[in-house]
C-alpha cells in the first residue's frame, strides 16, 4: 500500500524540493555577484560586457534588403545583398528575379579596402502587380556557404501616378518642369571683407531630374586670389529637402576667394548646359544625373536612353553677385606690411652655425599659420657686411581645405661671408594685419649668430714680368708713350663732354624702368613662389597677379578689371597695340589654366618671363 504512495506522491515531492534548492542556489550565487559588482570599475564592467557581446557583434551577417513601401507597375528599384564582418566573400550566386526585369548590376559596394562589408546591388524593374518574392542569395563566407533571407515585395498602382519627375503628364509644360525641378545656387559665406580676408563661394546644381549637365562657362574672379576646394571632377553629391521635395545636389565648384584691392567686385556668372529627360510611358523611374566640364562645346556622349523618351536642351546660369570689398586701416601700419592678413608666426634657422670663407651657407625662414599667404612675400634679411646674400627659393605646406589657407611657406636664402669673425644676422620683422583684433601686428625672428672661419692661405696671382729695354732704345719708347697719352686724353675729352649731355636725359629713365621692374618683381611674386605647383595654382596665382599689376599702374579697379577696359585704356595711353595684344594673351592664357581642367602645353617658366616683360614695358 505505501509504495504506490511512494511513488506517486513522495517522488514529486522530492524532485520539485531538489528544484527548489538549486533555485535557492542560483539567486545565492545571483547576489553575491551584483553585490560585488558596485566594488568593480566602470572599465572592468565594460571590459566584462564587450567580452559577453563580442560574439554577437562580430557575426558575420548576410542579408536581402528592399523597399518597404509599394513599388508602382514600371517604376525601378534596387535589391540589396549585404554581406557584414566576412573576411572572405566567394562564389556569389543571384537567384533569378521572377516578375521583374534586372536593368542594371550586379554593382558591387565597399567602404573601403579594409572593410570587412560588401554590397551587391541589383536594379529591378517592376512589370506585373502583385506580391512578389525575392529570393536570398548564396555565397561562401569564410569558406562557408551561406545564405541571405528572402524577401516580400508588394506592387501595386499608384493613387498619383505623376509622382515621379521623370513622367511628364499630357498637358504639361515641361520648361516649367524643369524650371521647378532643375536650378543652379551660387552659395557665398559672406558678401562684404576686408582685403585679405577670405570667403567661400560654392556653385550647387539641383535636380530632380533625368539630366546630363555640362559646365561650359567658370565665372571669373577678377580682383581676387583664387583657391580651389572642389571642382567637378570631385562629384561630390549629396542630398537636400526643399520645399518638401528631396534633390540631389551635386557641389560643382567651391573655392576660397582673397580680394587683392578695395572696391566692389563682381563674380561673374556660371554657365551649365543642361539635356533633360522626360517619358510619358513610364509612370515612375528613379532619376539619375550626370555633371561634366568641357570648356569648349557640349560633351556629345550618347547614352542609351527610352525609345519614348522626349529631350529638351536648357542653359542655366546664375546670377552675377557684387563683393564689397573694404580697405585695410592706414593708422599704425608698419613699414614692413607687404598686404598679409590672418594670424602667424616666424622663425628662422641657418644649416651651419661655423662656415669657411666663402662658405655657402642657407638661411631658412618659415612663416608659420593661417590667412592669405598668397601676399606673405620674402622678408627682407639685413644681412652683415661681410655676408652676401641670395634670392630666396620658396616653398609651400597649405591645407587649402581649411578657410583661411593654413600651414607654412619657406624661404631658403643662400649665402656666403667673405671675412672672417663671428657675424649676427638681427632679428627679422614680418607684419600682418589681424582680422580678429583689427590691429597691425608686427613679429621677429630671433637674431642668428654665424661664425666665418679662415679659409687657409691665399695664394696670390702670377705676375708676368716683361723684359726691360736696352738704355739706347729708350727715349724712342718715351716719345711713342707721350704720342698716345695725348691722343687718349682728347678722345676721352670728346667722350666726357657727350656723356654729360645725355646723362641728365637718361638718368630720369633708368630710374623710373628700375622703379617699375623692382615694382612688377614684388607684383609677381607669388607666381614665381608657385612655379613648381600644379598648373592651376601657379595660372591662378599670375592671373592675379596680372591684375593686381595692371591695377597698380592704371589704377583700374572693381567693375572696371576687364579685358575690354584694359585694352582700351592701354591704347589711349599709347602703349604699343603689340604689347597690349600680348597682354590680353596672357591673361587669357592664364584664365584658361586657372578655370578649366585643359592641359597647358606652355613651360610656366617662361610663361612668368612672358608675363613679367609685358608688364615691365608698359612704362606708363
Known amino acids: 500500500m505505501l509504495r504506490p504512495y511512494l511513488e506517486f506522491g513522495i517522488w514529486p515531492f522530492v524532485t520539485s524540493f531538489r528544484l527548489f534548492i538549486l533555485f535557492k542556489t542560483t539567486i ?64 556569389f550566386s543571384a537567384p533569378p528575379f521572377d516578375g521583374f526585369r534586372v536593368v542594371a548590376g550586379p554593382n558591387v559596394y565597399v567602404a573601403d579596402r579594409s572593410s570587412s562589408h560588401k554590397n551587391v546591388v541589383f536594379t529591378l524593374v517592376a512589370v506585373d502587380k502583385g506580391r512578389f518574392k525575392i529570393v536570398g542569395a548564396t555565397c ?13 515585395v508588394q506592387v501595386a498602382s499608384l493613387e498619383e501616378p505623376g509622382e515621379s519627375p521623370y513622367f511628364l503628364r499630357l498637358g504639361e509644360d515641361p520648361y516649367e518642369k524643369i524650371k521647378e525641378n532643375l536650378f543652379l545656387k551660387l552659395i557665398l559665406d559672406k558678401r562684404s571683407c576686408f582685403i585679405g580676408e577670405p570667403l567661400v563661394a560654392t556653385f550647387k546644381l539641383y535636380s530632380r531630374l533625368q539630366s546630363r549637365s555640362n559646365v561650359i562657362k567658370n565665372p571669373g574672379f577678377y580682383g581676387f586670389s583664387v583657391y580651389d576646394m572642389v571642382d567637378v571632377n570631385d562629384q561630390m553629391l549629396s542630398e537636400e529637402k526643399l520645399g518638401g521635395h528631396l534633390f540631389q545636389v551635386h557641389t560643382i565648384r567651391k573655392v576660397q576667394l582673397y580680394p587683392l584691392q578695395a572696391g566692389s567686385f563682381s563674380i561673374d556668372a556660371m554657365e551649365v548646359a543642361n539635356e533633360v529627360e522626360f517619358s510619358r510611358s513610364i509612370v515612375n523611374k528613379q532619376t539619375e544625373q550626370e ?63 661655423s662656415i669657411n670663407q666663402n662658405e655657402e651657407n642657407y638661411l631658412t625662414i618659415r612663416i608659420n599659420g593661417s590667412g592669405n599667404f ?49 657675424y649676427t644676422i638681427p632679428g627679422i620683422p614680418f607684419s600682418f594685419f589681424n582680422l580678429k583684433t583689427h590691429a597691425y601686428k608686427t613679429i621677429s625672428t630671433k637674431p642668428v649668430t654665424v661664425f666665418v672661419n679662415y679659409a687657409g692661405k691665399q695664394h696670390k696671382p702670377t705676375i708676368n714680368k716683361f723684359p726691360t729695354r736696352s738704355p739706347g732704345n729708350r727715349s724712342t719708347w718715351w716719345i711713342l708713350g707721350g ?50 605647383s600644379e598648373d ?46 600680348d597682354l590680353i594673351d596672357v591673361i587669357e592664357q592664364s584664365e584658361i589654366g586657372s578655370y578649366t581642367g585643359a592641359k597647358m602645353n606652355v613651360n610656366k617658366l617662361e610663361m612668368f618671363q612672358r608675363a613679367k616683360n609685358i608688364l615691365q614695358a608698359i612704362a606708363i
Open 140 to 152: 561562401n563566407v569564410n569558406g562557408k556557404p551561406m545564405k541571405s533571407n528572402d524577401a516580400f
Open 536 to 581: 592651376k595654382i601657379f595660372y591662378r596665382e599670375l592671373n592675379g597677379a596680372v591684375w593686381h599689376c595692371l591695377h597698380h599702374k592704371i589704377g583700374l579697379s572693381g567693375s572696371q578689371m576687364n579685358k575690354e577696359v584694359v585694352k582700351k585704356v592701354l591704347l589711349a595711353k599709347n602703349v604699343s597695340p603689340g604689347i597690349v595684344d
Open 374 to 422: 598668397q601676399r606673405v612675400n620674402a622678408p627682407v634679411v639685413s644681412w652683415p657686411p661681410a655676408f652676401e646674400g641670395f634670392e630666396p627659393l620658396v616653398t609651400d605646406a597649405l591645407n587649402k581645405e581649411l578657410v583661411p589657407l593654413t600651414g607654412q611657406r619657406n624661404f631658403r636664402y643662400a649665402f656666403s661671408g667673405s671675412q672672417r669673425g663671428p
Open 483 to 532: 704720342v698716345l697719352v695725348l691722343l687718349a686724353a682728347i678722345v676721352f675729352g670728346f667722350r666726357s663732354i657727350l656723356f654729360k649731355e645725355n646723362k641728365a636725359r637718361t638718368e630720369r629713365t633708368e630710374v623710373e624702368v628700375a622703379s617699375s621692374s623692382v615694382v612688377v618683381e614684388q607684383m609677381l611674386a607669388p607666381a614665381k613662389s608657385n612655379l613648381d
Open 28 to 91: 545565492s550565487i545571483l547576489f553575491l555577484i551584483f553585490s560585488q559588482m558596485t566594488r568593480l570599475s566602470p572599465i572592468c564592467l565594460l571590459f566584462l560586457l564587450t567580452v559577453a557581446y563580442l560574439p554577437a557583434l562580430t557575426q558575420v551577417r548576410f542579408r536581402t534588403v528592399v523597399p518597404q513601401r509599394t513599388v508602382a507597375p514600371g517604376e525601378s528599384f534596387q535589391v540589396q545583398y549585404i554581406v557584414e564582418n566576412a573576411d572572405e566573400i566567394s562564389n
Open 291 to 353: 555633371i561634366t566640364e568641357k570648356m569648349y562645346g557640349v560633351n556629345e556622349t550618347k547614352k542609351e536612353r527610352d525609345a519614348n523618351a522626349e529631350l529638351y536642351q536648357v542653359s542655366l546660369k546664375t546670377d552675377p553677385v557684387v563683393i564689397n570689398v573694404k580697405s585695410l586701416p592706414h593708422k599704425n601700419a608698419a613699414d614692413t606690411f607687404a598686404g598679409a592678413v590672418g594670424i602667424f608666426s616666424i622663425d628662422a634657422y641657418v644649416e651651419k652655425d
